[in-house]
């Protein structure tokens, strides 16, 4: 029977812990850092692992990813030759897409200015613009950004996607590739990014990408909503076109620094929505059985899904 | 040629006007108090028309409601026996799904409890259950509630709607008549009202109604969302289940009396999104062609569309 380490950092690892073992079908499920004889250790199972941890387990077979993304993991050099997973599941899918279709309304809907007039006592509705004159446009179309964009869709606004490689998906207009983006980004007027952070995305989310955006939008000035990692923003960078009007509003959900640090100007911005990093949260409730799913099929000499491709760092 | 009576009390008509004159086809358009010659009137167009109006327009062939709903105008006692025709536009419909999926969606997503969190500098990441978990209930399975049904089950809420007559809608449990309503109620977290005013269901958003709702629901207690009117609401008895836990949160978009008075409690209510009666705005631009459409089947003896049923009142 083959024995599973959990690694978890920043979480609470009990629930993944007890769920792991409740449906682990009598493998051994070991919390790191009680590795026991590293030479057992078949699974890693991790969110943010320590450093150098997977160099010290000779006879591993496979990592998986406990949330969406691999960043947390990737950067470590001492990765050994086995099978990076990353997960891919419906129900972190339906929570992404949730955040999105929630944050995108928020901004279409000016929320944020009848907030305002609320507190101030102030019956005003001016014309509202409906969704189909207003165009989002989703960075990265992967599962993630692909749900979303169909949600979207449905509701009734003007979508188009931008990856790396082209995409083909019904009603969606798709962009791809560095040549493309400035055309994306010219007919955006709600920005949302679900990339993965890579040394190629790493401060994509720039003054200069913001500048891109359109200008002629029913909204008066484009909107930022991501929902990736922190490290594709330049903070100072949405401040100022926040400040100067570049921006009229921006969701953030992700943060160079987390937890956000307490004197940042984020925090009492006017326009933006601060969540703290819960768009897509990582539920054991659902994510264990998925996980233990590929292992089974691995130990059936099956081929594991949701291989990372190293050279892509996704 | 015929003659179109415009009445529009409580917004800017100059809109609506120049409207009916440019997509006209040569029809006279009056704009009321200026009727000119009473026996010349046609068709008249109109939103919160004064009482007694009607008695005055001795050739009038039809009356269109320029709002969703038609309470304004259905009181008045000296209605004349020519059709009443409501609005059913597919602009005013997507505008009202927009603004319920948002409502649902900030209730489930519990944005009041992370603004306040972001106002105080916390960044806590609480588990969120998934929409899969949380129960809509929809009072009102017209037009606008069908609509709305369907998008909240495509981000994967589970929905139920009640109506007066029994409807089928695919993947809504449907619940209809008195004798049903209470169980409607004890499985709905997320209670949405978009029924019309009639003398049957005016005040029936009451205190009674939310203690019925369901106690054993994941986001704690169940949340309110009124975008249909406000005579349908008992506004203190909302205020009450607010402040005693009956209801955890309530989106208001319609009032007793609007605009609602600076005195009113809801403004500055920590649980209350308190919206101008813009759910679903009439916009001219899209709207005139569709009335006008109307009149054109009429003049051609073809049968009008969505003509209300007086005893019902809707």
Redesign the interface.
Known sequence: MSTILLVIAGWDPEAWLARFRALGGGREVRLWPDVGDPANIDYACVWKPPAGLFATLPCLRAIFSLGAGVDHLIEDVALPAVPIVRIVDS?LT??M???V??HV??H??R?KL??A???A?Q???D??R???EVRVGILGMGVLGRAAAE?LV???FRVAGWSRSRKSIPGVETFAGKTELRRFLARTDILVCMLPLTPATRGLLSYDLFRGLARDGVLGAPALINAGRGGLQVEVDILRALDDGTLIGASLDVFET???P?ASPF??HAKV??????AA?S?PQ?LVANVLAQIERHERGLPLEHIIDRKLGY
């Open positions: 129900n339906r929570r897409t949730e955040y279709v929630l309304l928020l279409h809907r929320m009848y907030e007039q609320q507190h006592r019956w005003r509705d014309i509202e409906p969704a189909s949600a449905q509701i009734g987390e937890p956000l307490p925090w009492t929505y601060v969540t703290p990093h819960n949260q539920d659902a």
